[in-house]
């Protein structure tokens, strides 16, 4: 079945510690993005990639990084510098067919505690 | 002005009522419109998508008016298994598919 796999479900770690947050799909898509989400918060931009070997920062991308250097995969690193880590992180991918912009798919997101 | 604007609820209503929510948005250029839900703690799941003529999936209508800017979803015969918040997204075409996400509207049905 086709879809978006992220890996762990459930994260803790110490602060000043980076740590990677793993986003695979085998949906086709050539848009990944990676979101978070604060309790009763909406979903904010953290960045977002277009192609492979290529990536853009969102909204909130400082103490973030990225790398695209497969289609399928677009992990997330968290690092020290990020003040706030503690989250709910959601990868989602997209693609464009028939001149329309197709929806988001979503992983099933990783909840990062740092303490 | 925000980008995509939602009245975040809470709205409570008894199990069999007919709910309805709004979504502005502020681009006119925007080009396509969806409805997503999510449920506590989990990731959010395509409800339906919005088309210029208005679509309808089973108890759910959505509804596009582009001259005033706004998307609606309307919910009849209100299920418990309903409560969740329902997320508005808007995108917009451009060097990508830039997605943006309202803040969602938390809907609790009651028995």
């Known amino acids: 079945d086709g879809g978006i796999t992220q890996s762990p479900k459930y994260l803790f770690r110490k602060e000043g510690q980076n740590v990677t947050l793993s986003c695979e799909q085998n949906?086709?898509?050539?848009?990944m993005y990676w979101y978070r989400q604060d309790p009763g918060q909406g979903l904010r931009l953290i960045y977002y990639s277009q192609i492979v070997n290529d990536f853009q920062k969102g909204d909130i991308a400082e103490g973030y990084s990225v790398s695209r250097e497969k289609k399928e995969s677009f992990p997330l690193t968290v690092t020290s510098a990020q003040k706030n880590p503690t989250a709910f992180y959601l990868c989602a991918s997209g693609g464009t067919s028939s001149g329309y912009n197709s929806p988001l798919h979503f992983g099933n997101g990783t909840r990062l505690t740092v303490t | 002005r925000k980008e995509v604007e939602q009245d975040p609820g809470p709205f409570n209503v008894p199990e069999g009522a007919t709910v309805a929510f709004n979504c502005t948005y502020s681009?006119?250029?925007?080009?396509?419109f969806f409805w997503y839900r999510q449920d506590c703690r989990k990731e959010p799941k395509l409800l339906m998508s919005v088309y210029s003529s208005g679509n309808e999936d089973g108890r759910f209508t959505a509804q596009l008016n582009r001259a005033s800017q706004y998307i609606s979803l309307l919910i009849r015969d209100s299920k418990l298994s309903d409560s969740a918040t329902y997320l508005c997204?808007?995108?917009?075409?451009?060097?990508?598919?830039?997605?943006?996400f309202g803040t969602g509207t938390k809907l609790q049905v009651i028995p």
């Open positions: 997204v808007v995108t917009d075409s451009g060097g990508y598919q830039k997605v943006t």
């Open positions: 681009n006119s250029a925007s080009q396509s």
């Open positions: 949906l086709n898509h050539d848009a």
